[in-house]
């Protein structure tokens, strides 16, 4: 596809600042046609960021001032990443197809939200600075009753359990040792609802040493 092609060579040869380049990138999707404006966002979300760039094009115009950045980020904190945030969740979890996630995104820099071409720039930017873009479309996962959740827990035997908890507390050499002892306690379950409760009880325990070692390097400061 033509658009490809624009933007690779342009990704892969820009030089500048953050701003100038997305505003670049910007135009050049905004001059497409309309039927290839999703698809063009789509490739810069998966390629933005990963594309390595020789040097070789300087962009010498400048776009913005220090102010007129400022402003935008303001706007685009306060009215825009909010709804972003909410149509990758949602999106992500009711399993939408890429390609329509991302023409929900370009209607939405598109919109009245952001009124001019520096804001809807920057945002663009913001969309491929998300932690969750590139999108996947993952879907919700198993859901359960408490009391489900609970008889579940009672049904997995005390041995993988107790297993467990002792693999956690063990200090191996590398990561693949600990965590190829998991996979034997996950696998020995019969079922998917049985290995989905155990991986909740893994991550639990995992998160909940996390915060333990955030909360002591804070009181060691």
């Given at each position: 596809?033509?658009?490809e092609?624009?933007l690779s060579?342009?990704l892969?040869?820009c030089d500048?600042l953050?701003r ?7 135009s050049i999707?905004?001059s497409l046609d309309?039927?290839e404006?999703?698809?063009?966002v789509?490739?810069v979300c998966?390629n ?6 020789d040097?070789?094009k300087?962009?010498?115009k400048?776009?913005?001032t ?8 303001e706007k685009?904190?306060?009215k ?5 945030d909410s ?5 992500s979890k009711?399993?939408v197809k890429p390609?329509?996630?991302?023409k ?5 820099i598109q919109?009245?939200v952001?009124?001019?071409?520096r ?11 998300h932690?969750?873009i590139p999108?996947r479309?993952?879907?919700m996962g198993l ?6 959740y609970?008889?579940?827990v009672d ?5 993988v ?7 956690l507390?063990l200090?191996?050499?590398?990561k693949?040792?600990?965590a190829s ?13 049985e290995?989905t409760?155990?991986m ?10 996390i915060?333990?070692?955030v ?7």
């Amino acid at each position: 596809m033509q658009y490809e092609k624009i933007l690779s060579d342009f990704l892969s040869t820009c030089d500048g600042l953050v701003r100038d380049v997305f505003f670049s990138i910007y135009s050049i999707i905004e001059s497409l046609d309309e039927t290839e404006q999703p698809a063009a966002v789509m490739y810069v979300c998966e390629n933005a960021l990963s594309t390595k760039s020789d040097y070789s094009k300087r962009i010498e115009k400048e776009y913005y001032t220090d102010e007129q950045v400022e402003k935008a980020e303001e706007k685009i904190d306060k009215k825009f990443s909010i709804l972003l945030d909410s149509l990758i969740e949602e999106s992500s979890k009711n399993a939408v197809k890429p390609i329509d996630f991302y023409k929900a995104v370009w209607k939405m820099i598109q919109s009245s939200v952001l009124k001019t071409k520096r804001e809807r720039a920057l945002a663009l930017f913001k969309v491929v600075d998300h932690s969750l873009i590139p999108y996947r479309s993952v879907g919700m996962g198993l859901s359960m009753k408490q009391e489900r959740y609970e008889s579940i827990v009672d049904a997995i035997t005390e041995p993988v359990l107790y297993d467990t908890a002792y693999i956690l507390r063990l200090d191996y050499q590398q990561k693949t040792q600990r965590a190829s002892l998991l996979v034997d306690k996950l696998l020995s379950l019969n079922s998917k609802e049985e290995q989905t409760v155990y991986m909740s009880i893994v991550m639990h325990e995992i998160e909940k040493n996390i915060k333990k070692d955030v909360k002591a390097a804070i009181e060691n400061l």
